[in-house]
T-cell receptor
Framework: EPEVTQTPSHQVTQMGQEVILRCVPI?????FYWYRQILGQKVEFLVS????????KSEIFDDQFSVERPDGSNFTLKIRSTKLEDSAMYFC?????????????FGDGTRLSIL | AQSVSQHNHHVILSEAASLELGCNYS??????LFWYVQYPGQHLQLLLK??????LVKGIKGFEAEFIKSKFSFNLRKPSVQWSDTAEYFC???????????FGAGTQVVVTP
């Protein structure tokens, strides 16, 4: 079964540094998502992306965050100047379409640790 | 705003016991409902989903869930659990025409041999 892949599995970064988390969605999927889970808290929606544009973003997704699909396969999340509170597990997901009846497929996640 | 509540944060039970995990959501419109499972060290996997039709849905690995609209609930059940069902279970909801998922806090299930 095709999978969403995320790299790296664990990223350790100094506070204030930029970090890029990478995702390769399933090849025929058109909608892409980032979620995060701070330790001990709920999985939270960050952003959805379609047709090279953000289609929805949460209030968490402020100016420090950006997403990009630099080529036909990768989908990246960039945090410009990391803060301690950005430490979390970040999950990428993709779906064929955006309507709710198509489930999202998730990657294994990237654990981001900010020092 | 939507919210999703999972009643139990941690459940411990023996093999062959029955499992029921509660999930309630607060949204009055049309919703789609999901249960995801995360086995240790693995990614979130879809167990089952409800969009419309029969409110009793069957998923993989012997799981089922019942949508009760009047109670805004979507409880997950399995009649007889196995040790391999040890995992974290997440209820999730989205509005009919929007992709973003709203997750519950998750329930850690530990099945002892």
């Amino acid at each position: 079964e095709p999978e969403v892949t995320q790299t790296p599995s664990h990223q350790v970064t100094q506070m204030g540094q930029e970090v890029i988390l990478r995702c390769v969605p399933i090849s025929n999927h058109l909608y892409f998502y980032w979620y995060r889970q701070i330790l001990g808290q709920k999985v939270e929606f960050l952003v959805s992306f379609y047709n090279n544009e953000i289609s929805e973003k949460s209030e968490i997704f402020d100016d420090q965050f950006s997403v990009e699909r630099p080529d036909g396969s990768n989908f990246t999340l960039k945090i410009r100047s990391t803060k301690l509170e950005d430490s979390a597990m970040y999950f990428c997901a993709s779906s064929v379409v955006e309507t709710g009846d198509q489930p999202q497929h998730f990657g294994d996640g990237t654990r981001l640790s900010i020092l | 705003a939507q919210s999703v509540s999972q009643h139990n944060h941690h459940v411990i039970l023996s093999e062959a016991a029955s499992l029921e995990l509660g999930c309630n959501y607060s949204y009055g419109g049309t919703v789609n409902l999901f249960w995801y499972v995360q086995y240790p060290g693995q990614h979130l996997q879809l167990l089952l989903k409800y969009f419309s039709g029969d409110p009793l849905v069957k998923g993989i690995k012997g799981f089922e869930a019942e949508f009760i609209k009047s109670k805004f609930s979507f409880n997950l059940r399995k009649p007889s659990v196995q040790w391999s069902d040890t995992a974290e279970y997440f209820c999730a909801v989205n509005e009919d025409s929007w992709g973003k998922l709203q997750f519950g806090a998750g329930t850690q299930v530990v099945v002892t041999p």
